[in-house]
């Protein structure tokens, strides 16, 4: 099977340009759509906006033949076969997810249709999301033989997402009839056979001819509470491994040592049993506090969702004091800060912890020097350069001459620092690691007063443990 289908996706944000040049990758025909005139015209001469591996290479190869970048959703819905919607749904002030962009959308592809088409939900959006999109286009005079409505959750990672798409762990595909089924299982037939595997460019990941990714067929409710409920686990693993990590540190425990014990057992796995400041980004805070609200509509007490929130918020406090810990007093220190990303590997500052801890040591009197591999033009957006927060070229410049040096963000480069010139360019050589990227014995031997999570640490910090008691 060597089907070529063409395919709109809606929205070019993290989730919709990595799928428009992806999808085109494995050899469909793509649009990319957006009302956003300036990025669209940005996309079209090849500048991307976000910071993702793979992605410039991918959308060189493809631009401007297999994929293009519009602002005409009209044109592209009625040249499309099947539409991915890919737009925004923000936390609302309720916790809910706002859908008024996926309502929208809705609206205008309904006025569009004038023949068989399959919408999409490639948004994370709510149990029963699809019922809604339904109503909105038979409200719209479309008939309900023109259309399916289907789910198609992504589980990218920021930083690897292309990666993530092209070597899926699994492809969920929700709909309630054959007819989109087949429709959505012929758009991944390159991966779910092998095929693009195969082909000479491929890009290198876990997945191969003979191990395909794996496609897996469910209801559309069934789908739309898969990445809700994947995320919520994921979100919990974090903040279970973040409260053992606080208990390692009262009994004198490494807690890298208990993650590994725990992450060995095959029923548990070691992925995100990773202790630091807490979890943070654009799906995680918004997906668990999402899903439960959509528990409390429907009469479940999802408490234990309000408990890993809690335990995040109070990781990142946690932290702080932490940080005061070590300096007794924060007016007039100067800090420098590596990491503004809310991760490793990526531009995206939404919901950062660093992002939070900076403007709370701004407004304790710091002065902090901050530095990041990518994400640094985002924070300016936030956090625009002033007398007390400056931003540096490198690691080295941030630390010079400071108080103390605090981790923000796991970037690869920054556990490769060379230990010896640091410790000459802080003024007092004291590193406060939110990440857990440097070896405590190491650290000794190299002559700093070493502060991690979870871990035991100097005799400064088992002697300052009194002082993150205070409120």
């Not at 993650?259 to 995680?284: N, Q, T, V």
């Not at 503004?340 to 990526?346: D, Q, V, Y």
């Amino acid at each position: 099977m060597n089907e070529q289908i063409t395919i709109a996706v809606v929205g070019s944000g993290y989730v919709g340009l990595v799928a428009a040049v992806c999808f085109a990758e494995i050899g469909h025909r793509v649009i990319c759509v957006d009302n956003d005139e300036s990025k669209i015209a940005q996309l079209r001469d090849g500048k991307i906006p976000i910071h993702e591996e793979y992605l410039p290479e991918l959308l060189d190869r493809h631009r401007n033949t297999s994929v293009e970048f519009s602002t005409d959703l009209h044109s592209a819905t009625q040249r499309a076969q099947v539409i991915f919607v890919a737009v925004g749904t923000p936390q609302s002030q309720t916790g809910s997810a706002d859908l008024s962009y996926v309502d929208a959308v809705a609206s205008q592809i309904a006025r569009s249709i004038t023949e068989y088409k399959v919408i999409v939900e490639k948004s994370t959006v709510p149990v029963y999301t699809n019922e809604w999109i339904t109503r909105v286009i038979e409200r719209n005079g479309v008939p309900r033989e023109l259309f399916d409505v289907a789910s198609n959750p992504e589980f990218l990672r920021e930083g690897t997402a292309v990666v993530d798409f092209l070597h899926a762990d699994r492809v969920v595909i929700g709909v309630d009839s054959e007819r989109a089924g087949n429709l959505l299982r012929a758009v991944y037939e390159p991966l779910n056979s092998g095929r693009y595997y195969q082909s000479v460019n491929a890009v290198p990941g876990e997945r191969s001819a003979t191990e395909p990714s794996p496609l897996l067929q469910t209801s559309t409710k069934a789908a739309e509470l898969i990445k809700h409920a994947s995320n919520a686990f994921l979100a919990m693993k974090i903040s279970f491994i973040n409260v053992v990590s606080n208990i390692c540190e009262a009994v004198g425990a490494d807690v890298e040592q208990v993650s590994k014990g725990i992450g060995s057992d095959g029923r548990i796995g070691p992925k995100f049993l990773k202790a630091g400041i807490g979890y943070g980004g654009s799906c995680f805070p918004k997906d668990v506090a999402a899903f439960r609200y959509v528990a409390e509509q429907i009469g479940v007490d999802f408490g234990l969702l309000r408990e890993v929130e809690k335990i995040n918020t109070e990781q990142r406090k946690r932290f702080f004091r932490k940080v005061r810990s070590a300096l007794w007093t924060f007016r007039g220190k100067k800090l420098g800060v590596l990491g503004l990303a809310f991760k490793g590997g990526t531009d995206d500052i939404r919901e950062s912890p660093a992002i939070d801890l900076i403007a709370d040591l701004l407004n304790e009197g710091c002065f902090i020097s901050a530095y990041d591999p990518f994400a640094i033009e985002r924070t300016k957006k936030v956090l625009p350069p002033s007398g007390a927060l400056s931003y540096a070229k490198d690691a080295y410049e941030a630390a010079s001459d400071a108080d103390a040096l605090l981790i923000l963000t796991d970037w690869q480069e920054f556990s490769e620092i060379d230990l010896d010139r640091l410790h000459y360019t802080l003024r007092y050589p004291v590193v406060i690691d939110g990440r857990n990227l440097f070896d405590p014995a190491t650290m000794a031997v190299k002559g700093f007063t070493y502060l991690s999570i979870g871990r035991p640490g100097t005799a400064h910090q088992r002697d300052s443990a009194l002082l993150q008691k205070l409120p």
